[in-house]
């Protein structure tokens, strides 16, 4: 373009022109250097704060941007008010202008010594030249929205009435044809990995396996890689890559080609759309581009279920098998799926883990070596010479019992005795024989009561059978209290022999036998525990509130300890033999759910 342009020309050309901004605003550039009489002219675009946000939208000659960045006046134009003329130097002249939302926030005009003196009247002039025709803009901006809005819509309404892939295809590829000018618009469809050709605008289906449909199947793939439209040439701004279009553009008289992915209900491409032109015909534009993913987005959902009801129902289920496998093994939702695969290789450890199966079961401490002491004769009690839990050896003298009574009638025994000796002699003396015998008589009956009293004498000291611990009977608040024969005084236990008395639940008690091992553990020591063996049963089982119970003993077969007392208790593990830890942790579950849902 020449430095010098009739004015009247360029502004007739500018108030009628509504392309792209690529040629207005050089142009306007170039009209308003004329108009201002000055050496340049630079349009700069302020999109945010700081000097950063700036940048060159147009320039009437290549240097003009380079000589205003060198005029210092960039970091300044925020002191300017917008939709005025500022001379900030008498070099410099700034002309802001307010944005219009669609090109810019804010439009800067600096000129290079402008030498105009009607400043005012020709800035305004060039303001509303800027604005006519961002106005023009965006009235054809939305006369394209709203044809390509009805031109997807009819395109919408036509596939709704299709009942085969086969014929959406055709309908699709003809459509897009007529509305992007195209001339042959290619429809393909994965199956499975590869993408497959379905349709093509010339009509029929498309053969497999000639190297032209092959190439067109590497061009789609291309789009499909990348789920993103791919042009070329290439639209401005865009970052696809464009290898394989561009060889199939080369090969086929450098056509233009537009492919759109037609994506599923996750977003994943399962087709794609290829549209090709003659290149006399032109590039594609951004209209172009988006007329095209309105029409695939539209359009892709409706292909995906009829693609999905199309073929033989074998097709059909490997199909919706296939896609559900790749639902499952893509790479999307990875964390709930390597949550399900722990899950599952958790559950495929329990089940081939084995482990000890133990029966648990409350067991108290017992032993069959004890003693219940009952008073010898009525009485009373004298002393007490024990607490309750005191270990005692034998012969140790518990409590003893009121003797005065037995002593007197010991005595009175005696006298009695002695007296009635004194007469068997006398009357054996005096030769009465028979008197004699009387009296001999009544002497060995003094002798049996004396025995009587003497024994009971004996018995008021209660001493301990064995070595042991007094388990019951607490007589110090009884003590010259009154007592009868055979009324209970206290008990003692050994300890030594000491067994275990489970308590097991009648759901476990098919998973013992006699002669298992296993362990107990005190409640009052529960970090110490003791090997057992089961004993024998008891046959029939008890009644009580929390359910029905089978009574085991088992013999604790470690050494005993100083600190066991009988009636401890405590939990007992029986190892029952070998299952999987599945099976341990969901047994009794599966048991009570086949009572329930047993009929």
Request: aromatic share 6%.
């Amino acid at each position: 373009m020449s430095d010098r342009i009739e004015p009247l020309s360029d502004f007739d050309f500018l108030a009628s022109f509504a392309g792209e901004p690529g040629v207005f605003w050089p142009r306007w550039c170039v009209l308003a250097r004329s108009r201002f009489e000055a050496d340049g002219a630079c349009l700069l675009l302020q999109a945010g704060q700081g000097v950063d946000a700036v940048r060159v939208v147009a320039q009437d000659r290549p240097s003009s941007a380079q000589r205003v960045v060198q005029s210092g006046v960039v970091p300044s134009l925020g002191k300017f008010a917008a939709g005025g003329l500022h001379v900030w130097t008498p070099q410099v002249t700034v002309l802001s202008m307010p944005g219009s939302g669609v090109v810019s926030p804010q439009l800067w005009l600096v000129l290079l010594g402008a030498k105009c003196e009607d400043t005012d009247a020709t800035a305004r002039e060039l303001r509303l030249l800027a604005e006519t025709y961002q106005a023009r803009r965006r009235e054809g901006r939305q006369c394209e929205q709203l044809l390509t809005l009805r031109e997807v819509l009819d395109l919408g309404l036509d596939m709704g009435g299709c009942n085969t892939m086969l014929e959406a295809g055709l309908r699709l590829c003809h459509r897009v044809a007529a509305i992007l000018g195209g001339s042959r618009v290619t429809l393909g469809w994965r199956e499975g990995v590869n993408l497959k050709l379905i349709a093509t605008s010339h009509g029929g289906r498309v053969a497999q396996n000639l190297q032209e449909a092959e190439a067109i199947v590497r061009t789609m793939e291309e789009c499909a890689d990348q789920n993103n439209e791919v042009a070329f040439p290439a639209i401005a701004e865009s970052r696809a890559v464009t290898r394989e279009h561009q060889a199939f553009s080369r090969s086929h008289e450098d056509q233009a080609l537009l492919s759109a992915p037609l994506r599923d209900g996750e977003g994943a491409a399962a087709g794609v759309l290829l549209v090709e032109r003659e290149a006399v015909t032109g590039r594609w534009a951004e209209a172009d581009l988006e007329r095209l993913r309105l029409a695939c987005d539209l359009v892709s959902s409706r292909l995906d279920d009829l693609h999905q009801r199309s073929g033989w129902w074998g097709r059909r289920t490997w199909r919706a098998l296939r896609a559900s496998a790749a639902r499952l093994l893509g790479v999307e939702h990875t964390g709930p799926k390597l949550a399900v695969l722990a899950l599952l290789v958790t559950v495929v450890c329990l089940a081939v883990i084995p482990v000890d199966h133990k029966v648990s079961a409350p067991f108290l401490l017992k032993t069959d070596s004890a003693l219940l002491s009952t008073a010898p004769f009525s009485g009373y009690i004298d002393e007490v010479r024990y607490h309750l839990g005191d270990v005692v050896k034998k012969g140790t003298v518990l409590l003893t019992l009121d003797r005065r009574e037995l002593l007197l009638e010991e005595a009175n025994g005696m006298a009695t005795r002695d007296s009635s000796e004194r007469e068997a002699r006398s009357f054996e003396a005096e030769n009465k024989l028979a008197e004699a015998l009387m009296a001999k008589a009544r002497v060995r009956q003094e002798d049996a009561k004396l025995a009587i009293v003497r024994h009971r004498l004996a018995k008021t000291e209660v001493k301990a059978p064995f070595d042991g611990v007094v388990v019951e009977g607490d007589l110090r608040e009884r003590l010259s209290a009154p007592v009868q024969l055979g009324e209970p005084l206290l008990k003692m236990v050994q300890l030594r022999d000491l067994t275990g008395l489970l308590q097991v639940d009648e759901r476990d008690i098919g998973f013992l036998a006699q002669g298992l091992n296993g362990e107990v553990v005190f409640a009052s020591r529960p970090g110490e525990a003791f090997k057992v063996l089961v004993d024998r049963f008891e046959p029939v089982a008890e009644v009580r509130s929390e359910g029905n119970v089978f009574l085991l003993r088992v013999q604790i077969t470690d050494p005993s300890q100083d600190w066991w007392r009988p009636g401890m208790s405590g939990v007992c593990k029986i190892v029952a033999g070998r299952r999987s830890l599945l099976w341990v942790l969901t047994h009794r579950t599966v048991e009570t759910l086949r009572l329930w849902l047993w009929w």
